[in-house]
Each structure stands twice: as C-alpha cells, then as structure tokens.
C-alpha cells in the first residue's frame, strides 16, 4: 500500500483535478502571434512575423533622462497611487496633439489613460458588448482586437476592406439588417493589411453610421507614421458622437512603457473610468510621469520624421524586393505608413505551408488566416518591415521569395 506525500517533502504528488472555466474562455482564441513568436526565437531566423517597432528608433538616453528628472523631482508622488483618468499634464499634451495635427477640439476630461491601446480594446468591450450582440470589424481584421471582443461574446460581421478602405455597401446592409453596436476599423495604415482609407471613404462610411445607433471605435495606433507626413481626418470630425478614438504612444515613444489613451464622449467616458476602476485602478502612474517630462523637453515631432523616414526606407526596400523576386501570381500592398504589407498568394497556396517551409529557410512569417472572424485567407501573409534591418529585409524576402516559388510549382 503506497503512502500518501507528506507535505513540504518536496514531492508532487499527480492529481486527476479537473477545473472548471468561465464559457467565454473557450471562444477567445490565443494570440497567434505570440504564439508563433516562440518559434521565432532562435536569432538565426530572419523575423517579419511579429509587429515590433524598431528598438533602433526608441530613445532610450533622453527617456532615462526623463525618468531620472520625475524620480529627482517629485519621486515620491509619482511612486504613489494615482486617479483612474490618468496624469491631466499628460491628458492635455494628448489633446493639444489631437487640435494640432487633426483639428479636433477635444478636453482632457474626455481621455482615458491606459495600459496600452490594447486595454482600451478589453475596457470597450466590458462596457459596450452583451453575449450575442453584435458588432462590425474589417476583413481582413485586427487580431488584437477579435481577441479582446471575443471575451465578451459577441456576433462578428466582418466588413471587407479594400484599397480605399471598407465596403459601404456591405456595412449599409449590415447596419440595416443587425442592431449592431459598433464598428471597429483602423483608418490608417491598418493592421494587418496596411490599407489607408481615402477622405472619400472616410466621409461616405460616417454618413452611413450616422443614420444609424451605431458607434465607430476609431483605433489609431498608426496614425501619426504617414510616411508623406500628412493626416487624414478622423471620423470624429464627420459624427463626434458616435466616434471613439484609441491611441498609443508605443509606436512613437517606446512600448514596453504600456502606455496608451481612450477618447469618448463623456457619458461613455464615465463607465470606461467605472470598468478601470474595477480592473486596475490606473495605468503606471510612473510611466505616465516620465512619458510626460519627455514629451515636455523633447522635440516629439522631429522623432517621428525619424520613425517616418526610416519606416518608408524599410518600406521601400521590402515593396522593391517583392517586386523584383516574388512571382507574378503573387499581389501585395502599398502601405502609406505603418509597418506592414500585406501578401495576397495565389488560390489553393497554404499560407501556413508557407510558414512551415520559411522557417526551415530561417525566415518568419505570419499567415493571414487568424485575421479572418468568419474563415478564409488561407492563401495571405502579414509581413513586418519596421524591425528589420535593411540587409535583413533583402535577405528574408529573397529566402521567403524561393519558399513561394517552391510551394507554387509543387
């Protein structure tokens, strides 16, 4: 007769103990970037799977110096607990940004500090989505976004994107057909496709939400690295109360600081405040501090046009490369800033076969199928050129073109 294990013996002693776990667990998937990210680890491979910045670009000597001042100057109040809406000086650079680049008259009280634009995602979501509500997303969509929305449970329609950006037509039918809640798109440099709606769009898709109870979540995490440099309005413009808009200083400032910003009319501001509450009190009210003596001190706009310039060399050397290397049969985008381009392969060519095959040649990947809520885009890839070198890029696409050239002819 075996004994049981005393405690503290350090043995473990194997349990059949099965959990139970909320429903909704089991309909939100795992990031699958992340979880191709694993593989990816090995320094050998060439990685475009991932959607970093550039570590290059991240001012690490002035945010230091930053963080150095706030510790020095008033260490102990920004090592203290903090209101929920987050630090006002941080709030009013925010919105004196929206007025300058974007014409936007728009209070600190309206803005929401967050744990990056992605906890923005999670807190709509609480305060917005019913199980079996639904709601609009483009196609290809967000990952991020179909992650965090799909906690809640909701009906996903998605809303083809094209080259100018969504359908109209297809998001007028949908609105006419469902009570939808809200649409969530990505004007600018959208992720994973890279497309840019036109102003046109931009108009035409306001005019159609407008006629309707539905809300537009406006993320704008790209926003400001249009490589020409010129920004194009955003929806809160056209119907200001229907628009919320989402932002991240990851992209610009560093994104390990998690620091990032809701927008919305004050009635949706005040549960988004109750939900953050309830989670986490506040963002890091240090991180808040020290991005805000940055922002103060430091010439933001000049270290963007370094991001923006050295993106659209990226850019451009991934865009020429393809060209010259990829077959005909293979399409991609054109990207007016942001970080990727998005590869559209000929029908009946797998793209996870894609990736399983790169990866033997050192090159990564991410294929498109995970950015699809109702199926498809099995033959798309998702290709990231902010974090690679300029050798790398020539490099990875001449290993991914010969991967392509391969799995066609087979």
């Known amino acids: 007769m075996s004994q049981p294990i005393p405690p503290g013996s350090g ?41 970093l910045p550039s570590p290059a670009l991240i001012d690490v000597d002035n945010i230091a110096a930053a963080a150095a001042s706030v510790l020095a100057k008033d260490g102990r109040t920004a090592l203290q607990y903090s209101t929920t809406e987050g630090y006002r000086p941080l709030r009013q650079f ?65 809303i083809l994107l094209h080259e100018d950006g969504p359908d109209p037509a297809q998001l007028a039918d949908c609105l006419l057909k469902f009570p939808v809640r809200f649409f969530y798109g990505i004007p600018n440099s959208q992720n994973p496709s890279g497309i840019t709606y036109s102003e046109e769009r931009r ?13 537009f979540i406006e993320d704008d995490a790209y926003g400001e690295l249009n490589f020409a440099g010129k920004s194009l309005p955003s929806l809160r413009q056209f119907i200001p109360e229907q628009t919320i808009i989402t932002g991240s200083f990851s992209k610009i400032l560093a994104p390990g600081m998690r620091m990032g910003w809701v927008v919305a009319p004050p009635a949706i501001m005040e549960q988004l405040v109750i939900a953050k509450q309830a989670s986490d009190l506040h963002s890091n009210y240090l991180c808040q501090r020290i991005a805000a003596e ?14 923006r310039a050295s ?53 990564a990947v991410l294929p498109g199928s995970p950015f699809y809520v109702d199926g498809g885009g099995d033959n798309t890839l998702r290709i990231n050129f902010s974090n690679s070198t300029e050798d790398k890029i020539r490099t990875g696409i001449e290993r991914l073109a010969s991967v392509i050239r391969k799995q066609s002819q087979s």
């Not at 473990?12 to 909704?24: E, L, S």
């Not at 898709?205 to 309707?212: M, P």
């Not at 940055?294 to 991001?307: G, P, R, S, T, V």
């Not at 970080?339 to 990866?359: H, N, Q, R, Y």
């Open 11 to 51: 043995q473990h002693q194997v349990t059949t103990k099965k959990y139970t776990f909320a429903p909704r667990m089991a309909k939100t998937p795992k990031s699958f970037i992340r979880e191709i990210l694993k593989v990816t680890e090995d320094p050998r491979i060439i990685s475009f799977a991932g959607g």
């Open 294 to 307: 940055y922002l103060q001190n430091q010439n933001i706009d000049a270290h963007i046009e370094k991001i």
């Open 203 to 215: 108009r035409e898709i306001a005019g159609i939400l407008e006629k309707s109870d539905a809300l």
């Open 311 to 363: 993106y659209r060399k990226q850019r451009d050397v991934m865009i020429n490369c393809m060209q010259d290397l990829f077959p005909d049969t293979v399409s991609f985008t054109r990207p007016q800033g942001g970080m990727f381009i998005w590869v559209t392969l000929p029908e009946g060519i797998s793209s996870m076969k894609i990736f399983d095959a790169a990866i033997k040649e050192n090159v």
């Open 94 to 158: 925010i919105a004196d940004r929206y007025r300058k680049r974007l014409g936007l008259e728009i209070s600190p009280d309206e803005i929401l500090i967050t744990n990056g634009s992605q906890q923005c995602l999670d807190l709509l979501g609480k305060v917005l989505i019913n199980k079996g509500d639904h709601i609009a997303i483009e196609r290809p969509g967000y990952l991020g976004a179909i992650q965090a929305f799909s906690l809640y449970e909701p009906g996903f329609h998605p």
